[in-house]
């Protein structure tokens, strides 16, 4: 059974920092991963999707690498910001459909 | 383009009522899932339709239920509510048939059990 983690849980960090997620799967066999940010009471806004045969995708101060080998991906943000601050999940698609097995996700604090 | 929409975003019922919350995928989206929110577990898959087919259902009971409809529209409903489905229920769709998709949400439903 795929199971989905992130480290770490909770983070705060002053403005302007690099910050590095992490997402851990327990089964190599995926499809892709996608990652998402959520802010209070709101709903998912998709950041990017990695497909199996790829190594990273980037977007704008936001760069994703994935090793499937190792069961392990990481989300990079660059000089932080405060509008920044949200949760963080990772979800991983096992097969040929749309179902999402999601981590239990970073909450990122960005302080001024 | 408008993005996933789902009604209501908020929504009181009692114990023992039923419920059926509605989602509008993006235009030209054909596949539709849901997803349940709580604090202790997290996002849980519910089911996904893909041209009005239930394609994939997750481990919830038979209270929880979909359909599509030929607009791609869908909608869920939970019977005999408990207090254990308040949450936040998300609704996403992608345009493609396998998988390998971007998939988007919508805000949400939240509905409260009191």
């Known amino acids: 059974k795929q199971e989905v983690t992130q480290i770490p849980a909770a983070l705060s960090v002053p403005e302007g920092e690099n910050l590095v997620l992490n997402c851990s799967f327990t089964d190599s066999a995926i499809y892709n991963l996608q990652w998402f940010r959520q802010d209070p009471g709101k709903g998912l806004t998709s950041l990017l999707l990695i497909q199996s045969s790829q190594r990273e995708q980037t977007s704008g101060r936001l760069n994703a690498s994935l090793d499937k080998s190792s069961g392990r991906s990481t989300l990079y943000i660059a000089a932080s910001q405060p509008g920044d601050s949200a949760t963080y999940l990772c979800?991983?698609?096992?097969?040929?459909?749309?179902?999402?097995?999601f981590g239990t996700g970073t909450r990122l604090q960005v302080f001024p | 383009k408008a993005g996933v929409t789902q009604t209501p975003r908020y929504l009181i019922k009692t114990r023992g009522q039923q419920v059926t919350l509605s989602c509008s995928p993006i235009s030209g989206h054909r596949s539709v899932s849901w997803y349940q929110q709580t604090p202790g577990q997290g996002l849980q898959f519910l089911f996904e339709?893909?041209?009005?087919?239930?394609?994939n259902k997750g481990n919830f009971p038979g209270r929880f239920s979909g359909r599509q409809f030929s607009n791609s529209r869908s909608e869920m409903n939970v019977s005999t509510l408990e207090l254990g489905d308040s949450a936040l229920y998300l609704c996403?769709?992608?345009?493609?048939?396998?998988?390998?998709?971007?998939?988007?949400f919508g805000e949400g439903s939240w509905l409260t059990v009191v």
């Open positions: 339709y893909f041209s009005e087919t239930q394609r």
């Open positions: 979800a991983v698609r096992t097969g040929h459909t749309d179902k999402l097995i």
């Open positions: 996403a769709s992608s345009g493609g048939t396998g998988g390998g998709n971007t998939i988007y």
